[in-house]
């Protein structure tokens, strides 16, 4: 099931800084994490951390939850940010722009530092994950089809992201990007 698309500019607006999609990615590939865990991971300062953490929660991306003593790790709220400029106007449509732009940044980042580390992976895992490009020729109905399709295989497995208790042993987070555009006329 998809999550309806961002509307609200504020919450966009939060979305446009690239650091905080490296703070959902730890989150959501890793689990619960307090703001010091965080900055240990991304080699951030614990205020910087703590500040966009609470940005997030602010428009609801992500959750404190109840830690061992006096932590307080931060959780995924939102399994997926659904960003679109489409029947959005002016400063809405710019924060739209902006968030998706954020967000294919920190995508192909994450995408060429996980293929500089391919060859040091186990074998299994080398011939499991890579990347591949294709071009269909395609009407706007088959590739709305299409892209429905390929939509219902990536949802497979997605209770899991959320609930460890799910995850097979031996289970890794699994990155999926899936892009589809068409050439212009």
């Not at 967000?103 to 011939?127: A, G, M």
């Not at 892209?147 to 990536?154: D, G, K, Y």
Request: glycine share 6%.
């Amino acid at each position: 099931m998809t999550d309806a698309p961002i509307t609200d500019p504020k919450a966009l607006r939060a979305l446009s800084h690239p650091f905080r999609w490296k703070l959902l990615q730890v989150l959501t590939e890793q689990g619960p994490h307090t703001a010091t865990q965080c900055s240990e991971k991304l080699g951030e300062s614990v205020a910087s951390c703590s500040y966009h953490l609470n940005m997030l929660a602010k428009y609801g991306f992500v959750e404190e939850v109840e830690g061992p003593g006096r932590q307080k790790p931060w959780r995924i709220v939102r399994g997926r940010q659904a960003i679109s400029t489409e029947g959005l106007e002016g400063e809405a449509a710019l924060a739209a722009e902006a968030a998706a732009m954020a967000y294919l940044d920190q995508e192909f980042e994450r995408t060429r530092e996980r293929l500089r580390r391919h060859e040091h992976l186990p074998e299994e895992w080398r011939k499991a994950v890579g990347t591949q490009g294709t071009v269909k020729f395609l009407t706007v109905e088959e590739a709305a089809e299409y892209q429905a399709e390929l939509q219902a295989l990536l949802e497979k497995y997605d209770d899991r992201r959320l609930d460890e208790s799910l995850r097979p042993e031996g289970a890794r987070a699994v990155r999926y990007f899936l892009a589809v555009t068409v050439a212009p006329e």
